[in-house]
């Protein structure tokens, strides 16, 4: 059935911390997978949320395209320039 309207998801933080790290994660293909798998429960209606440095998760899935949103402050400057249809509050 996967997840939908009056759905929940949170995604915990990727325990990185600098750029470098969070590209090499967001190269990782289960990172990928778990990307598209937020990208399909947005589109079936779920709300979604993450902590600190998940949020390039959910970038990545487009979830927050035209948006906005937070991440943790030593990582704004690499969200703001990896994801220019996100406005970094």
Do not use: H
């Not at 190269?27 to 937020?38: H, P, Y």
């Not at 440095?53 to 948006?67: E, H, K, N, Q």
């Amino acid at each position: 059935r996967g997840l939908g309207a009056g759905d929940v998801l949170v995604l915990p933080g990727l325990s990185a911390a600098s750029e470098a790290e969070i590209a090499t994660l967001l190269a990782r293909r289960d990172i990928g997978r778990g990307a598209e798998l937020v990208a399909r429960a947005v589109r079936r209606g779920a709300l979604v949320g993450a902590s600190c440095s998940a949020t390039f998760v959910l970038a990545a899935a487009g979830a927050l395209d035209g948006r906005q949103a937070t991440t943790t402050w030593w990582l704004a400057p690499a969200f703001a320039r990896r994801f220019p249809r996100v406005t970094l509050c």
